[in-house]
């Protein structure tokens, strides 16, 4: 029986969304929970799974298209199944996202389906061109209907494309002149290349090639670039946004650290970074200096009892800021398991739209980068975003004696609607503090 795929509702806020990415072609084979296609929306991008095994009988709303939660997207159909193909929008039933899963079930949508010219090749044939980087378009099929198999790429990966057919005249015209056959397109028949081919060739090559101009690659501004774009061109008109900066000296908080791996050095579950000790230090300073902890909404100020610490996760289409949410409650080793699980989702486009909304405040770290510091931009509606840099040896004066030790600098970005300098600074202090002696962390 088919199974219609639908857009997924992956929020209580979400009332569209775009089908930016299909990872499957239709006559493709489908199996149940496999990566069918990807749906943007203004929050996240996330990768939806098949609901059913089958083959993709039906893509309906092509990518790029943008269509209400509930239509019917696409259509999986069983093994020599021929349902009804569908022609314009069907609303369907709304399917809600597993809460416990943290992945959006697929969803039903659609539009006008596009038209596309398929090879006909098996899946096995498929995935192994793709494993030997074989153009199928250049592969001659022996299947049925001249489908490629798996053995056909195999064959033309060994041995390369086969002899471009020629007449002997031709041949022997080509090879006096030095032409390269395999660039030479035949006009006879089944494509084999005669006389008039080769002469066309010759006075080609006889000609002085105009110059081309140079080539200019476009990226369409659109997807998570252009919702950064568009949030932090916002951030930096709507907010009166002041930057603090401070050197830290860590070398207490790199000793820790180190203490910390040793003891868990056994346990491949408990890798504890610096970002880690940064988070926790971070969420006990709010709780002392709770304005820090607060957004504007509107003509409201809303100061928050709990911490829902954004994470800067730099991606290769955008950056993302997924939420540890509650981190005022969670000690170190809760904290570092989280924000790997997080990224983790983040890369794999699987974040639930919980997931990436409701922060309070947002830590930036470009310390893997090799920065000193930087200038970060408010993360609206938030009142502050604090930037880290790299942990760095450097002299510094310690008990009155020039010595080595590690050194970070912390940059504080606020909104000087909500905050006045004197009580950021203040907090931007006391992280420091607990950064210089992590120990106070453990009280």
Sequence with gaps: MSVKVTMPKLGMTMK????????????????KGEKLFEVETEKITNKIEAPGSGILFQIVVPEGETVPVGTIVAVIAQAGEQPERIDGIQAGEVVEMKAEAGKPQAAETETAPVEKKRLLSTPSARRVAKELGVDLTLV??????????????????????????????????AKQEGLDI??????GENGKITKQDVERALAAAKTVPEEKPSEVKVIPFEGIRKVIADNMQASLQNAAQLTAFTEVDVTEM??????????????????????DIIILATARALLQHPIMNSTLIGEEILVHDTVHMGIAVALSEGLIVPKLRYAEKKNLLQIAKEVRQLAQKAREGALAIEEVTDGTFTITNVSMLGMDGFTPVLNPPET????????????????????????????????????????????????????????LLLT
């Design 384 to 439: 502050g975003i604090l930037g880290v840099g790299r942990v760095i040896e450097k002299p510094a004066v310690f008990k009155g004696e020039i010595t080595i030790r590690h050194m970070m600098t912390l940059s504080l970005t606020f909104d000087h609607r909500v905050v006045d300098g004197a009580p950021a600074m203040t907090f931007l202090k006391t992280l420091a503090r607990f950064l210089e002696q992590p120990m």
């Design 140 to 173: 001659a099929g022996t299947g049925p209907d001249g489908k490629i198999k798996e053995g056909d790429v195999i064959k033309f990966h060994e041995e390369g494309p086969p002899a471009p057919k020629i007449t002997p005249l031709a041949a022997e015209i």
């Design 16 to 31: 569209v969304g775009k089908v930016s990415k299909w990872y499957k072609n239709e006559e493709d084979s489908v199996e």
């Design 254 to 275: 790199v000793r820790f650290r180190n203490l910390v791996r040793e003891e868990y050095k056994k346990d491949d579950s408990v890798k504890i970074s610096y970002n």
């Design 182 to 187: 395999s660039k030479i397109t035949g006009t």
